[in-house]
């Protein structure tokens, strides 16, 4: 059986909490469907603050609440508290300790290197961190990779075209290929929660094009993978895109959708990280 894709979107809250006007109305014919039939989770998991990136992707990662390990929202990289959680119970981690395969489907250039390796500060979000954890290499050989393909670039003005959506869909299709010789092929898309910072009110029109821009370029990437049989999962670990009539992270809930996965019943991001574990066979 083919291994699971996992699109971990960074910052994208569920449709259902976004406002009017959002980058969720739009035509995405493989994205919205799916996400429509899926799950809303709680990121908040009764916490007071705006949920973050680090104890927000923990929970997906490990199925431990991570803020309560905390005692408070955090982010965005993981700091010792967080790295040591990642380092013992990370999925990654936990997979190549029952003999699995699994790879990053990050592309990362010289530069991330450089900028990780300066300073004694850990620069590493919790998917990098966590497959160097399990032994494993970013950019790893004999993956598709994901990286400029689905950015923006990084300066304004954005491009506020597709540029050739059949190659999102070639892409997503070669990772499906991919799929085949794993376990768990993850792309960590976090290019969603830095186009949500860019919010304002009145919402930003370059903002707004370039966040639906972002989304029809997920949509094409996952039809890639659909269409090519792919078993899916799409998740996100706090709000932000969603919203761009607010500069900084939400409250929303984010959605939790499959294709040729269970889902079970969870109701936020630990439980739904611990389905996750279960569909590989380990343990909670």
């Not at 976004?18 to 919205?32: C, F, I, K, N």
């Not at 709000?239 to 009539?245: A, Q, S």
């Not at 269970?262 to 569909?279: Q, S």
């Amino acid at each position: 059986m083919r291994g699971i894709v996992w699109l971990a979107l960074d910052g994208v809250g569920h449709p259902q909490d976004a406002p009017p006007g959002s980058v969720w109305e739009q035509d995405l014919p493989a994205l919205r469907p799916l996400v429509d039939a899926g799950l809303c989770l709680d990121a908040t998991l009764g916490v007071p603050g705006l949920p973050q990136s680090g104890t927000g992707q923990a929970c997906w990662l490990t199925g431990t609440d991570a803020v309560a390990l905390m005692g408070e929202h955090f982010g965005p990289q993981p700091g010792p508290t967080l790295q040591r959680l990642l380092n013992s119970q990370s999925l990654p981690v936990r997979l190549a300790r029952a003999g699995g395969r699994a790879a990053l489907a990050n592309h990362y250039v010289p530069a991330y290197f450089e900028a990780a390796a300066a300073g004694g500060r850990n620069r590493l979000g919790c998917f990098p961190f966590s497959f160097r954890a399990a032994g494993l290499p970013l950019n790893p050989p004999g993956v598709p990779l994901v990286g400029a393909t689905l950015g923006l670039g990084y300066a304004r003005p954005w491009p506020q075209q597709d540029g050739n959506a059949g190659n999102w869909a070639r892409l997503g299709a070669a990772l499906a290929d991919a799929a085949a010789g794993h376990d768990l092929i993850a792309a960590d898309l976090w290019f969603g929660d830095l186009l949500g910072h860019a919010g304002a009110q009145p919402v930003p029109p370059d903002a707004l094009m370039a966040g639906r821009t972002y989304l029809r370029r997920v949509d094409a990437l996952l039809a890639g993978l659909l269409d090519a049989g792919a078993r899916v999962v799409v998740s996100s670990d706090h709000g932000n895109l969603e919203d761009l009539g607010v500069k900084g992270h939400t409250h929303a809930r984010v959605p939790f959708a499959g294709s040729g996965v269970n889902l079970g019943a969870p109701v936020n991001v630990v439980e739904a990280g611990r389905v996750l574990a279960g569909w590989f066979g380990l343990p909670d």
